[in-house]
């Protein structure tokens, strides 16, 4: 396994410990956020789930020519992504199993992964239901609690189906990593923060970015984003 994907892995699990941390208070681990609310992984997978499957034509009675969206459903995967890796550092630290390294070391060997890492190819129109059957599969094992372990073989096995290859998520991950972030600090909790930024989704706006600026650095975006923010 080439070693940059070691490093993408470890990249992404230490910005969503950082976030967690950040967001839900030190030791959030324990199922409990710092205001004394329960956290819920599995809820948070399977909701984002059904989220995905919106990206779908799937309704029979509207809209039935619609093409489904590709990049929202890469988006919704990445918001996947972020609860499957909460998962798996909560599940290490309860149960005192290792560290980062001991996360990224399972999951490079898991049977899923190497077809993960190879370029993606894109999905067509016409494998939307099975595609669909897929994430309803990650969605009853969300439901049924099934482990860290279940979820990120679902996960990279339906991405690899939606046409989202490694280097895409990392890319993809850190710019809504950012974004999270970015609205935490603007009044995301309290209800305040502006998702709609003149008539787009702030999604949308940070994917814009990241188009104009592949090599942007994360500060960078950060402050791109909020020039963008405060000119609303």
Same mark, same amino acid.
């Given at each position: ?40 992984? !599995? ?49 290490? !630290?309860?149960?005192? @199993? ?40 990650m969605m009853k094992d969300a439901i049924l609690k099934e482990s860290f372990y279940k979820l990120s073989d679902d996960f990279f096995s339906a991405s690899i189906e939606c046409g989202l290859d490694m280097q895409t998520l990392y890319t993809l991950y850190l710019g809504k990593n950012i974004l999270n972030g970015f609205r935490q600090d603007h009044g995301y909790k309290e209800g305040t923060y502006q998702k709609i930024w003149n008539g787009k989704e ?18 960078? @975006?950060? !402050?791109? @984003? ?5 000119? @609303?």
């Open positions: 396994m080439d070693h940059k994907y070691h490093q993408m892995l470890r990249e992404m699990f230490a910005l969503q410990q950082k976030l967690n941390d950040d967001t839900n208070g030190e030791g959030w681990e324990k199922g409990y956020n710092k205001h004394g609310r329960i956290i819920n992984w !599995h809820r948070c997978i399977y909701m984002e789930c059904a989220e995905l499957i919106d990206s779908f034509n799937w309704k029979h009675w509207k809209d039935i020519n619609i093409a489904p969206d590709w990049e929202n459903i890469k988006l919704e995967l990445v918001d996947i992504w972020h609860f499957v890796m909460s998962l798996g550092l909560e599940m290490y !630290h309860n149960r005192r @199993l290792g560290d980062i390294d001991d996360i990224v070391t399972y999951l490079i060997d898991t049977k899923y992964f190497d077809d993960f890492c190879m370029e993606a190819i894109s999905p067509s129109d016409d494998d939307a239901v099975s595609i669909t059957n897929s994430i309803e599969h702030d999604n949308e706006v940070m994917m814009q970015l990241l188009d104009e600026s592949p090599d942007i650095t994360a500060d960078a @975006l950060y !402050h791109a @984003l909020e020039n963008r923010y405060k000119a @609303l």
